[in-house]
């Protein structure tokens, strides 16, 4: 039996969950479909599936064998594509992931023009501040602006951004402007996911001043609006340093004590294939966030 026939019908009933599903899915009957699983089981001598009289699921090999196959049959898929288009358009289904402010920033406004100039690739956007697993969660391509230790993972360096250190001109007309670091425990700082030791550089190198205040949330959103509302200083990424939060009177403070940056990067899962899609959005990614930030 073809070994690729194989592969389509398991990965088909994986994704959709039974034998027929997965025959309306590619096409085939359900008797051809479940011939197909059977004959890659015995080839393997595993079992791939648990089957009972209500659903269909696959066993802790099945699934490492999805996420390994998965990747193969989507590149598979793309060629064909490409070989049949004139044009080499691109199409398919790529997942971004990024985090939710950097993602409405940068992220956002820089997809209706790659979807304008592929309009048959589609995009699942997925903003959360929370660090995901790329192969669990199904990631093709990740935008993260951190220290990175991802050794499964191809990193690409695309941009620089450093932190900064704000509050609006209403909050510093009431309370003073902090003039060293070790000011900020007398003003009211904003604190993001728990971080209340916020690190700064001398000549004689780095150091950290533990602040609080009334505030603390786990989204920069709403570190950015408590700032710009004037509850008090907070400390976030330059790149999320918008021209809107200038108009609204937000300055920057302490900058001579500010010297470490930190990449913007995108990952993707350490595949042997990666979908010529995912490929060419990343390059896309790259060439405008660079731009941008």
């Known amino acids: 039996m073809d070994r690729f026939q194989e592969l389509t019908a398991f990965a088909a009933v994986v994704e959709a969950g039974g034998f027929s599903a997965a025959a309306r899915c590619i096409g085939e009957s359900q008797s051809a479909v479940s011939k197909s699983v059977g004959a890659l ?3 393997l001598g595993v079992q791939l599936l648990n089957r009972t009289t209500r659903s269909v699921t696959p066993t802790e090999a099945g699934r490492r064998y999805h996420e390994r196959i998965k990747p193969l049959l989507d590149e598979m898929s793309q060629v064909d594509g490409e070989l049949m288009s004139s ?21 956002l406004p820089i997809v209706p023009r790659l979807l304008a100039l592929h309009p048959k690739l589609s995009l699942e956007l997925r ?5 995901q697993d790329l192969l669990t969660e199904g990631i093709d391509l990740a935008i993260r602006i951190s220290p990175l230790r991802s050794p499964d993972a191809v990193v690409k360096r695309v941009a620089t951004t450093s932190l900064v250190c704000a509050g609006s001109r209403h909050y510093f007309e009431r309370h003073g402007v902090p003039e060293t670091p070790e000011d900020l425990v007398h ?13 700064f550089s001398r000549p004689d190198g780095p150091f950290s001043v533990r602040v609080g205040g009334n505030l603390a949330s786990n989204t920069v959103d709403t570190i950015l609006s408590a700032v710009q509302a004037g509850v008090g200083i907070g400390m976030f990424y330059r790149a999320s340093f918008t021209e809107e939060l200038r108009a609204a ?45």
């Open 187 to 199: 003003h009211n700082c904003i604190v993001y996911n728990g971080i209340d030791q916020w690190t």
């Open 41 to 43: 089981e015995r080839r």
């Open 127 to 131: 903003l959360t501040d929370g660090v």
């Open 87 to 107: 044009t080499g358009e691109l199409s398919g289904l790529v997942r971004i992931a990024a985090s939710t402010t950097f993602g409405r920033l940068h992220v």
């Open 249 to 293: 009177g937000v300055v920057t403070v302490l900058d001579q004590f500010i010297g470490e940056t930190r990449d913007v990067s995108l990952i993707w899962p350490n595949r042997k294939f990666i979908p010529a899609r995912v490929r060419q959005v990343t390059d896309y990614f790259a060439a405008g966030l660079a731009e941008r930030v």
